[in-house]
DNA sequence: TTGAAAGCGCTAACAA
DNA sequence: TTGTTAGCGCTTTCAA
């Protein structure tokens, strides 16, 4: 019983079992209008053929496969493999399988799993985008249920969920000039004439600091080229060795923010005492760093259960074309010891 | 265009270009035998009705879906997420996408994930076990490509990639010892009569030990709930307060060795100098702890690489039941601050 | 309560 | 180079 060897089919179960297949198929269904002696019947000759329900027939029949796509850029950055768990815990009570693909943050990956969506592999796909940009939005016309997350494609014809980013950033920027920052450096990825993370999450910054009266400094403002680690520590270096005067540091995710503290750690910089660092995300390691990270908290729960919960909309009713919606969730600003609060707030 | 709406299906596209749906499909899979004139035709005929091949359909008449899956415990713990990239990275040069699923350690849901393979959702399966166990080995019956990651099921009818657990973690307690550990504790999930990686991993500590004619003092050996950071925290805190004599700790993953060592910092207990600490798995966040965590790397990418090719083999060649084949990766331990070690062993 | 007919949309094999 | 035939395995519809 293997591809290649012989595979038993619903025909085959029939026979076995001296019924039709339609009968069969009621018996795996569970439809209420069978015979226990039938059913008994069926059952044994399905077990004896070892038979398997294709699940390509059925897909096709139907014209669903009960599995939605999540597109993320990397599996293995914390904060996407937080999304994905809250995502499929927000699916499964729609009874909705979720399958994880990589993009590697790449415009072209993103399209292709769009196109796998659109090809019917996923009856919706929930598209984390970092490669795709405005210029893109002509694909996200609404001909199959997709919910975009991130920053990337404002105003598409899409349902759109995003994090509170300008706000959020404010308020976390103002987190740190409350604790006594002066000089506050601001560690991202290119920021460019698009709509991204970066620049959103920059221009909360920007806003808090011309709302404390404080100096815009543009040397402060520093670049990485992946939103990694690695690049956050060899930011942290060259930050320490460029001289540069400074007292406190908005990463804009909490992964760059772990390179940071290694980064700073490394000059011998003392956190939070000489620079107060606050990252982005929240994610799971954060809690558990020394110094612990202060963060933004941008609820991924909320988030994901609205994504799933516009998805379904569309994959249930599809001829009633909602207009696209925007979710932005909420936020909180947790404080911990990178910024002089307590150590741990969790138990 | 969308369900609910019209889809344009083959026909309809050939009827549009005036060919036959076999030409069209010619076109769409790059058959070299149509001329430039009639694939134009094709093309238009595409383009205006917003053609999208059907993948269930396709599948169905290939029987391949050109997709295996990846079932692990919790998509968001550091080292699964690792592994899922090196698993993707693996299988694309097959021409394979990989679907994640996510099992929640729980042994129903991995029988599901084996369930959903067999009925051909997918042409194969790596199934990383952690709640089935060797009485589920019948389950694992060839009829389907699969290949199991970990430790739960040994000698099973199936391929199976491992860590070489007990080697690495003697070398590893050997490494603390070397260090001038001599009251190890040791850190892992429940130990139970049945083969797994706490168990596995502990037989080498005892080993190591032994070796090195230290004595098994049965109280240096700790167990948390789950592998995780906050009970690693717990675990650490409960060993202070008993007041317990140590100097070394082996933890069994990196993720719970993140906890401990966050827990020992909020005893104050400092890391090297009053106790060394190692871990398992070398996760990207390892290198950037502060102290950065030494610890025993498996290659990932060389199981996963493996695990990828034992099923390709399967998939590519289903009649030629090749017998089953077990694969123990290397290991390497990197030395960081946790046990006296250099910061850091990247750029 | 059960079954017969039909077809979901695609492609392998063969014919023209 | 293009087209015809057949059928992958299932479920919807309607009849018995």
């Known amino acids: 019983m293997e591809p290649g060897v012989y ?13 039709s297949a ?11 209008k ?74 072209e990956t993103e399209l292709e799993a769009l196109a796998l969506s659109r090809n019917r ?41 995003a994090m509170p980013n300008v706000e959020a950033s ?25 709509v991204d993370v970066s620049s959103l999450r920059h221009a909360g910054y920007q806003e808090a600091l011309l709302e404390a009266g404080l100096p815009l400094d543009p040397g402060l403002r520093r670049r990485v080229a992946a939103l990694s680690m690695a690049d956050g520590a060899r930011c ?32 011998g910089v003392r956190v939070p005492d000489q620079v107060k660092v606050i990252g982005f995300d929240n994610v799971t390691e954060s809690g558990f760093l020394v110094p612990s990270l202060s963060t933004v908290d941008p609820d991924h729960d909320a988030m994901a259960a609205r994504a799933v919960g516009l998805l379904v909309r569309r994959i249930e009713q599809p001829a009633s074309r ?9 936020y909180t600003v947790v404080a911990r010891e990178s910024t002089g609060g307590p150590a741990r707030d969790r138990d």
């Open 22 to 32: 339609m009968t069969v198929s009621n018996v795996i269904n569970g439809h209420p």
């Open 121 to 161: 592999l996923y009856d919706g796909l929930i598209l984390s985008t970092v490669g795709m940009g405005p210029q893109d939005a002509e694909w996200l016309v609404m001909d199959h249920p997709v919910v975009i997350l991130g920053e990337r494609i404002f105003g598409g014809p899409v349902d759109h969920v």
């Open 322 to 330: 909602p207009e696209p919606e925007e979710f932005v969730g909420p």
């Open 7 to 19: 595979m038993a089919t619903m025909q085959d179960v029939a026979r076995a079992a001296g019924v």
């Open 34 to 107: 069978v015979s226990a002696a039938t059913r008994e019947k069926v059952l044994a000759a399905m077990a004896r053929l070892d038979y398997r329900v294709n699940l390509s027939a059925r897909n096709l029949r139907k014209g669903r496969t009960g599995t939605i796509g999540l597109a993320v850029p990397e599996i293995d950055r914390p904060y996407y493999g937080r999304l994905a768990a809250a995502i499929i815990a927000a699916a499964a009570p729609h009874g909705l399988r979720v399958a994880i693909e990589q993009t590697s943050a790449l415009r």
């Open 170 to 194: 404010r308020a976390a920027t103002r987190h740190l000039i409350e604790r006594g920052c002066r000089r506050i450096a601001f560690v991202s990825g290119a920021v460019g004439e698009e």
């Open 236 to 267: 942290a270096h060259e930050l320490v060795e460029s001289g540069l005067d400074v007292d406190g540091v908005f990463c804009v995710t909490d992964t760059v923010a772990m390179g940071v503290l290694r980064g700073l750690a490394d000059a």
